[in-house]
Each structure stands twice: as C-alpha cells, then as structure tokens.
C-alpha cells in the first residue's frame, strides 16, 4: 500500500509540477466518457471521484512538502559552504590628538580596489550528540504521516460515494412506495366521497381520507428530495458538476453474509490509516523527546577559510575547530524537554 500510494504520489507531482513532463509526454491519455447518458456501477464511481477529487491531490502535495522537510532536517548534518566578496570605497578625517599641534586634518581616500575582500568558507558540524539525527528521524516519521493522510483521504471519499450511491437507491425505493402510497389514498378517498354519496358513511370518513392523500403526496416530494440531495452528494464526491443528471446501476441486493468479528478487527486495526498515523505520531513524538534530551549536550564544530585581500589578492586562510555549550538558558531546555516527554505521553495515551 505505501509503494503504491509514493508511486501515485510522484506520478502526480512529475504530471502536474514539472513542465516538461507535459511535453514529454507525446501519446495523449485516452479521454474518460462523458459521464451523463450512461449508467454508471459503484466501482466506476469510486474510481471517477479518486482520480478526479481534489481533497486526494492536495493530500499528494501535503505528502511531497513532508518529503521535502526531510531534506531540510538532513541538511545541518553536511558540509556547509559559503562565499563573499566584499569592496568599500571611503573617505576619512583624521584629526591630530595632541592639542598644541596646528596642523591640519588628514584625509583619507580609499577606493574600491584597495578594500577588495574575496573568500569562501568551509563548515562542518562534527558532533552534536545526535541532535539533529534525532530531528532528521522526527521529520521522517511525519513523513509516512503525511502518506497515511493520503490514504486516508481516499477512504473517506470512497466511502463518501458509496454512501450517497446507496442513498440514492435508497430514495428510489422510497418513491416507489410512498408513490404506490399515494395511489392506495387516493382509492380510498373515491371510495369514502361514494360512499358518503349514497349515505353510508359519514362527512368526516372523506376528510380523514384527504389528510391521507395530502399526507402521501408529502412523502412522495420528500423521497423525491432526498433523492435529488443523494445525487448532489454523489456528484460531490466524484468531483464533477452539481447538476449532471448521473444514471447509477441498482446493486441493492440481499446477500446473507457471515462476520468473523475478532478477524474484521484485527483487519481493521492493520489497514485503517488512522491507527497507523497515531503510532507514528508515538514514534514522532519519541524522537523528539531524544532530541531535547540531547540539547543538553555541547555542538563541536568545524570551519576553515580561504580567499584573498587587496587588487593582489594576497592569500588569507583560515582553520577554526569550536565547541558550544550553553551551560544555563534560565530552564528553558529544561521546560522543552518536560514538554516533549509529556507529548510523548499524550500520543501514546492516544494508541
């Protein structure tokens, strides 16, 4: 399921965000038939809506940003290289010091060939106790959280087009009924109208059979909305306009069906996205409980430097090996890790 869901992740991204994928790509896809003026089974539905709702894509590119973020926690942990150059052009007064002396002010022309400063700089953390290996494996996890809301998403719209499917057929029956209802009331009030004509029945026989037609017919318009309410559910979900008179295939039908309970929970608890997300979030936060242990500890660092001076360029260099602590901040790392080993305890209350 994860190799499939990166494999729709990145076909998304390379179609949609990169030009030249488009234009790589010669054979056109196939068109999908228009959907209005042919019926239409649950499956087909559910695969309309999953290629074409939106929620999905949004849930891919959520999912490529989370990947990206790896990449941004690994980064701390390569070398670092940086380059400048740097030119002034000043001019400067100087006065004399002494207070006897009469001479006059100095000044001080200097242009911009005689400041030219070029160099590039090399650094390299060297250790730091697994700080940002801590921070690199919290950035992961939300990651494959990222994935499993993919997931997740597609089962909600899945589930969302089988509801309205079947709430459509649903509302179908119950037009008929309430239609072959209405029929029924509609008998009844001929024959209370003939029979309060020849005297056998009272007056209020035939009001009582026109509440019944009025009622009937009340039923019918409100089949009938549900109905219409089901199909713009349905049309929803599969992404597509309001409005398309959409035709779908009668699946109702009675199925005796044997249920293993202890099996179908086992099944869910291995397949339902939501179990498996608030595990990674458990390891999420664990990691990040590592890392603000790990903030305790000193960085140890190294750098060095290279370039040169003046319209000559005279060679400059320079090799710095540092170690940095903070041995107090006023508990604030203290507070963070009491935080984080709390969290750490929330999510795994969660599972």
């Known amino acids: 399921m994860t190799t499939r869901l990166i494999a729709s ?103 911009f060939n005689q400041t030219l400063n070029a160099n590039v700089a090399l650094s390299q953390l060297l250790f730091d106790f697994g700080k940002n290996l801590a921070a690199t494996e919290a950035t992961r996890k939300l990651q494959d ?31 008929r009924v309430n239609e072959q209802a209405l029929q029924r009331a509609d008998l009844n009030l001929k024959s209370a ?27 019918v318009i409100q089949a009938r909305n549900a109905e219409r309410l089901a199909l713009v559910a349905l049309n929803t979900a599969m992404a597509i306009d309001v409005d398309t008179p959409t035709t779908i295939q009668d699946n109702l039908v009675y199925e005796p069906v044997t249920i293993d309970r202890l099996a179908i929970r086992a099944e869910a608890l291995r397949q339902r996205p939501e179990y498996r997300q608030a595990k990674l979030n458990a390891d999420v936060a664990e990691a990040r409980q590592r890392q603000a242990f790990r903030n305790f500890f000193p960085d140890i660092t190294g750098s060095g430097t290279y370039g040169g001076v003046r319209p000559e360029l005279g060679e400059v260099w320079a090799v710095t090996l540092s170690l940095s602590w903070t041995l107090y901040d006023g508990g604030g790392r203290i507070g963070r890790y009491r935080e984080a080993r709390a969290i750490y305890d929330a999510t795994v209350a969660r599972i």
């Open 9 to 111: 992740a990145v076909a998304m991204l390379l179609s949609v965000g990169s030009p030249l994928a488009v234009v790589a790509q010669t054979p056109d896809a196939p068109a999908r038939q228009p959907i209005a003026g042919r019926v239409l089974t649950l499956d087909e539905a559910v695969a309309i809506a999953l290629e074409q709702q939106p929620q999905i894509t949004a849930r891919l590119f959520d999912y490529a940003a989370a990947r990206y973020r790896v990449d941004q926690a690994l980064a701390p942990l390569l070398p670092q290289l940086t380059g400048s150059v740097t030119t002034t052009k000043s001019k400067n007064n100087s006065i004399p010091s002494s207070a006897i002396t009469t001479a006059p002010a100095t000044i001080t022309f200097r242009e």
């Open 145 to 175: 959280v990222a994935l499993e809301d993919v997931e997740l998403q597609r089962q909600l719209i899945s589930l969302s087009v089988k509801e309205a499917y079947t709430n459509i057929l649903f509302a179908q029956r119950l037009i």
């Open 193 to 219: 109208r003939g029979f309060y004509e020849v005297g056998t029945r009272p007056k209020s026989d035939v009001a009582r059979a026109e509440v019944d037609v009025a009622n009937a017919k009340l039923t």
